[in-house]
Structure formats: structure tokens, C-alpha cells
């Protein structure tokens, strides 16, 4: 399978090309030039499927061209050994419970197996140490360091703006050592993913050190995202629940509902899809307007949705053909203030007693308010609650229980390095490296 970047001024590459690069070299996101529709009898035997089998059918589509059958197995199936819950919350609305991996975010699944495809190019090919550069603005920081701890011939290289992610979510990527480093960078996120891009363009440093980044801008990153769009709709087929499917995904950089979109393209039967925003609207405002107006993030206490220029939306526009009315048929959006997430919180844990995370709680009034009689909601559910202790416990008035997981994270001393958002002081860094 060959890539093409969204910008459609580079050459095509390999996947391994693509993995490794991260970014094309005209800055674009790179995309498959084939994107595979599945047979309509996987469809129909999906319901007696595991996660694992499911997942290896879409990996394969995607990437069984470069990858040779026993290797993807194995990755697929380390990647997803932990469960994915789905949980009836209200009605006819669904959780889909993806933060039960090692970091209990859903990022651990395209972490994990970026890690993992990553270490197989690598050692196919014998080629010299790769350093992975990744922005967060909360879960991807972790989910990708504790992916790639202590992974043979690959760096992590973590930048997160200071005071600005959850101390639970800081814990989990600054006091691991070994082959990560965490940059706290003084900025927002933007200014960190900025970097990012930049450091891919510089010529220095590329000659200096191999760069690759594990944002969803990676296709090893967001792709495998797929994996669980197909098994929440498996789980609604399990139930008798085949028609009228809406997912609505809690959305920053829109790395998760491009996957979810591939997953349609390639034959999912989802109706629409919901993009909840928090009050960093960029996309909604596209919506309405036809006009993607990027600016700069607001922070809000749903954090990894703090993104003011959500890098996907090249795909999401490249997938659409560019076409406003293609997106607006398939995709509506909604937008949430703090004190509209921290009321949705707190009345779903009264009267469901679910407990939901800020992000959560975006996707879950978004379904509320615009899921049809006839409809069937899924939203997915990505962090675990206790990732923001002390948001959760100030809006419903209780202890939040730490999972195990998380308090052994808590336990590790700091470790970061301290940078200004200036590229210069950035590049100069990672050239002493």
C-alpha cells in the first residue's frame, strides 16, 4: 500500500516510509491511496467475533500488504489484551468503555500498537535508533510513553504544556526515565504540536537524528483507532441493536473520529457520527460556516479537547473530497461550556450512577440532546475519572477511588525538562541529544 500526503506535494511512500517519517515532507498528513471495503459477511459474523479477531481483520486491510500475517497477529493481539466494555447508561445510549488498558486512556490501543509496528520496521530493516516526538495536552503523553518504555532503538520525546494537564495524567509520563523524556514546555498545546511539526521540517535535525512523531498525525497512531468502532457496533449487533447507530466521540485533535470515519468508509454500518467540542469549537464553527478558522486554545477542564488547530481535519476534509456538504451529511457537531460538562457529570452520576470523565460527559450530553426516537447512541468513554481526581470530586461531592494503576504512577519522582515554546531553544536542545 502506497501514502499519499494530504498536501499533494511530496512522493508516495511505503508504510514504513510513512510510520517512520510521521510527517510528509510537505507537511501534509499522510493517507492510504486504497482504502478497503470489508466483505458484508464479516459484517454479519462480527457479533460472535472477539476484539482480537475483529481487529486483525481491519489491520489487515489496512496494513496485511506490508506486514506479514504472523507479525500483525502478534501485534494485534498484544496490543489489545485488556477489555472493552460496553455499558447501557440511559435509555438507549451506550458507553463505550475504552480506558481499561495500562494508562486507562483510550490512546493505550494506537500507542501500543505504534509501539509495536514501530519495533518491527525497525528490526526488519536494522536501522539506527528512532526518536519519537509527541505533543499532548493530556492522555497521549502517557498512553505512548508507557507504550514505548524501555522498546529497543526508539527515544520518546514528550512535550506538554506546563500546568495544563491533570498532575494523575503528568505522573504518568514524567517519572518513568529510561528511553523518555518529558518537555514541559511554557505554552499550550498548540505551541507544543507546533514544535513537533516544525522539528519535522528542519532540516538540522533531521540530518542530526531520525524523527517520527506518535500524534494521531501518524497513520500508525490513529488508524488502529478503527479497531473499536467495529467492535461497539459488533457489541450492538450482540444485543439485537443493528439499525440507526450514531457514535459520538469527544474531540480535539480529530485523530479519533477520522478513524471512525475510515471505518464507515471501508463499510461500518454507522449512521452519523456526533463530534462533541468543548468550548474549542473550531470544527462546529466549520459546520455552520463552511470556513475552518483555526485559533488559539482555550483551556477547559475537559483538557485533551483543548485544541484550538485539531491537526486531522486535513484528513476528515481529504476523506470528504473537500466537500462541506459531504462532512455536514455524515458528521454534526455540538459545543459545551465547563459549567455544562460539570452539570452533565454530576446529574448522570445522580441518576444513572455513572460516573463519567469531562470528556465523557461532552459525548454523553451530545447524545442526550440530539439521538433521535429511533436511534441507538454509543459514546466513547476515554479517560478513567480518577485521571482528574479533583475536577470529579469538586463537581459531585465524593471520593473518586485512584484504580491500583494509577497510584504506582503516583509514586515515581519527576523528571522533566523545562523549555520555552521558542523552536530555537527547542532544536537546540534536541541537538545536544
Known amino acids: 500500500m502506497k501514502y499519499y500526503s494530504t498536501n499533494g ?38 457479533k460472535d467475533m472477539s476484539f482480537q479477531e475483529i481487529a486483525y481483520t481491519v489491520a489487515d486491510a489496512f496494513f496485511g500488504e506490508d506486514v506479514d500475517a504472523e507479525s500483525l497477529k502478534k501485534i494485534v493481539y498484544e496490543t489489545l489484551n485488556f477489555d472493552v466494555p460496553l455499558v447501557p447508561v440511559n435509555d438507549n445510549i451506550y458507553s463505550l468503555e475504552l480506558y481499561h488498558g495500562p494508562t486507562l486512556a483510550f490512546k493505550d490501543v494506537g500507542a501500543r500498537f505504534m509501539s509495536r509496528l514501530l519495533g518491527y520496521f525497525i528490526a526488519k530493516e536494522n536501522q539506527k535508533e528512532v526518536n519519537v516526538l509527541v505533543a499532548t495536552s493530556g492522555d497521549t503523553g502517557s498512553a505512548v510513553a508507557n507504550g514505548f518504555l524501555g522498546v529497543k532503538g526508539i527515544r520518546v520525546f514528550v512535550l506538554y504544556p506546563k500546568g495544563k494537564v491533570s498532575p494523575i495524567q503528568e505522573c504518568q509520563f514524567t517519572t518513568l526515565g529510561q528511553n523518555i523524556t518529558a518537555l514541559e514546555i511554557d505554552g499550550v498545546f498548540d505551541d507544543c504540536q507546533a514544535l513537533v511539526k516544525s522539528a519535522f521540517m528542519d532540516a538540522d535535525l533531521n540530518n542530526h537524528m531520525k524523527l517520527t512523531s506518535a500524534n494521531s498525525i501518524n497513520v500508525a497512531r490513529f488508524l488502529p483507532q478503527a479497531f473499536y468502532y467495529f467492535y461497539a457496533v459488533s457489541q450492538l449487533h450482540k444485543l439485537g441493536k443493528k439499525d440507526n447507530i450514531v457514535i459520538c466521540v469527544p474531540s480535539g485533535n480529530f485523530g479519533n473520529i477520522t478513524a471512525g470515519l475510515f471505518g464507515k468508509k471501508m463499510g461500518l454500518p454507522v449512521s452519523r457520527f456526533i463530534a462533541a467540542n468543548n468550548k474549542n469549537d473550531i470544527f462546529y464553527q466549520y459546520l455552520l460556516t463552511g470556513k475552518y478558522s483555526p485559533k488559539a486554545s482555550i483551556q477547559t477542564i475537559a483538557n485533551a479537547m483543548d485544541v484550538g488547530d485539531p491537526s486531522n481535519f486535513a484528513r476528515v476534509l481529504d476523506l470528504y473530497k473537500g466537500s462541506h456538504e459531504a462532512i455536514k451529511s455524515e458528521i454534526s457537531g455540538c459545543t459545551y461550556t465547563d459549567e455544562q460538562i460539570k ?72 523528571q522533566s525538562v523545562e523549555l520555552s515554546k521558542d523552536f530555537d531553544a527547542f532544536k537546540a536542545y534536541l541537538m545536544t541529544k
Open 9 to 46: 506535494k511530496s512522493d508516495r511512500a511505503t508504510l514504513q516510509e510513512a510510520v517512520v517519517k510521521g510527517l510528509a515532507s510537505d507537511r501534509g498528513l499522510f493517507m492510504p491511496e486504497v482504502i478497503k471495503q470489508l466483505p458484508a459477511s464479516f459484517f454479519e459474523k462480527m
Open 343 to 414: 452539570d452533565t457529570l454530576k446529574e448522570c452520576y445522580q441518576k444513572n450512577d455513572y460516573l463519567l470523565d469531562p470528556h465523557g460527559a461532552v459525548a454523553y450530553r451530545a447524545l442526550c440532546e440530539h439521538l433521535k426516537g429511533n436511534e441507538v447512541g454509543v459514546f466513547l468513554e476515554t479517560a478513567h475519572p480518577a485521571k482528574f481526581k479533583d475536577t470529579v470530586e469538586n463537581i459531585i461531592g465524593e471520593e473518586v477511588v485512584v484504580p491500583q494503576k494509577l497510584q504506582e504512577f503516583m509514586k515515581g519522582k519527576k
